[in-house]
């Protein structure tokens, strides 16, 4: 009777790690561990398990199908361990999500989610881009639906972004623009986050759009944001983002929104998704966007 194989946990972390970040620096980098040792742990587990599981490249590592099938596995396996921990010792939630939604969205709402679950223990972080829950010890992420989502997370869907043009009444008054056309000859205001929003405003609206076209471009959405409040020009933002100042009149949109190219998700950590908490966080979340 053959002996079962027992590779070591810690050569199982490197793998798994190095088939999420894909490659071994990044992987190395994730552990606190050294580029060598990440493949000194790969190579005794190729060699004991008598497959190769990743293929090398300049571009840094590509799965084999059995290696492949080893992170799917060792990924939920790792997911498991930690959701044990968690069920023992419950962490506080934690929310990810855009500066942009963190200011504009959610902090107006979050006594209405702390009224409705005032029990529940949530911290909040911004962020907009890749996420690795095992590391950044993060609940529920709020992203773009363009945006690759983590090893084996399948994304939840939310809503369709609508987007459109808004500026202040007073710079609107002045500018002498009428309709869609007039926008040629007045500043547009764009952000570094979304370079591609006015032609995407402008495709949406079925017209063209010159690429040669200058753009005043600030980092985030809460600058592009001040900036039309204070009449700095015109911008090109999602409805969500300016709701409550639409609502008090500090901005307005003079050709109403579209939909555009962009979809909001939820992804949800393995270690997370079976607590009660994160089913009323996401719930919480779900409602609040559909009603946006």
């Given at each position: 009777?053959?002996?079962?194989?027992?590779?070591?946990?810690?050569?199982?972390?490197?793998?798994?790690?190095?088939?999420?970040?894909?490659?071994?620096?990044?992987?190395?980098?994730?552990?606190?561990?050294?580029?060598?040792?990440?493949?000194?742990?790969?190579?005794?587990?190729?060699?004991?398990?008598?497959?190769?599981?990743?293929?090398?490249?300049?571009?840094?590592?590509?799965?084999?199908?059995?290696?492949?099938?080893?992170?799917?596995?060792?990924?939920?396996?790792?997911?498991?361990?930690?959701?044990?921990?968690?069920?023992?010792?419950?962490?506080?939630?934690?929310?990810?999500?855009?500066?942009?939604?963190?200011?504009?969205?959610?902090?107006?709402?979050?006594?209405?989610?702390?009224?409705?679950?005032?029990?529940?223990?949530?911290?909040?972080?911004?962020?907009?881009g890749p996420?690795?829950?095992?590391?950044?010890?993060?609940?529920?992420?709020?992203?773009?639906?363009?945006?690759?989502?983590?090893?084996?997370?399948?994304?939840?869907?939310?809503?369709?972004?609508?987007?459109?043009?808004?500026?202040?009444?007073?710079?609107?008054?002045?500018?002498?623009?009428?309709?869609?056309?007039?926008?040629?000859?007045?500043r547009l205001?764009?952000?570094?986050?979304?370079?591609?929003?006015?032609?995407?405003?402008?495709?949406?609206?079925?017209?063209?759009?010159?690429?040669?076209?200058?753009?005043?471009?600030?980092?985030?959405?809460?600058?592009?944001?001040?900036?039309a409040k204070?009449?700095?020009?015109?911008?090109?933002?999602?409805?969500?983002?300016?709701?409550?100042?639409?609502?008090?009149?500090?901005?307005?949109?003079?050709?109403?929104?579209?939909?555009?190219?962009?979809?909001?998700?939820?992804?949800?950590?393995?270690?997370?998704?079976?607590?009660?908490?994160?089913?009323?966080?996401?719930?919480?979340?779900?409602?609040?966007?559909?009603?946006?």
């Open positions: 009777m053959s002996r079962p194989l027992r590779p070591s946990l810690n050569a199982l972390r490197a793998f798994e790690m190095t088939a999420r970040k894909g490659g071994f620096t990044e992987a190395a980098n994730a552990l606190s561990v050294t580029h060598g040792a990440i493949s000194r742990h790969i190579r005794s587990l190729e060699d004991l398990l008598g497959v190769v599981l990743l293929i090398r490249t300049p571009q840094g590592t590509k799965l084999t199908p059995e290696g492949a099938r080893l992170a799917s596995g060792l990924s939920k396996a790792f997911g498991m361990i930690q959701e044990s921990i968690d069920n023992i010792r419950p962490r506080p939630l934690e929310l990810s999500c855009s500066a942009s939604i963190m200011m504009y969205w959610l902090l107006p709402k979050i006594e209405r989610l702390h009224n409705n679950f005032p029990s529940m223990e949530l911290g909040l972080r911004t962020g907009h996420i690795d829950f095992a590391l950044d010890g993060v609940s529920v992420a709020i992203r773009l639906a363009s945006i690759p989502p983590p090893f084996g997370i399948s994304p939840v869907p939310l809503i369709d972004e609508y987007v459109g043009v808004v500026c202040s009444p007073d710079y609107f008054k002045t500018s002498g623009v009428k309709a869609i056309a007039d926008l040629e000859r007045s205001l764009a952000t570094r986050t979304r370079p591609g929003a006015w032609e995407s405003w402008y495709r949406a609206n079925n017209l063209p759009f010159s690429s040669d076209r200058e753009l005043e471009f600030y980092e985030h959405f809460y600058m592009l944001i001040k900036a204070v009449g700095l020009g015109f911008a090109n933002t999602p409805r969500m983002l300016v709701r409550e100042e639409l609502e008090k009149g500090t901005l307005i949109a003079p050709f109403g929104f579209v939909k555009g190219p962009e979809k909001l998700v939820l992804w949800i950590s393995p270690g997370a998704e079976s607590r009660e908490d994160t089913r009323h966080l996401v719930e919480w979340i779900s409602a609040e966007m559909a009603g946006n």
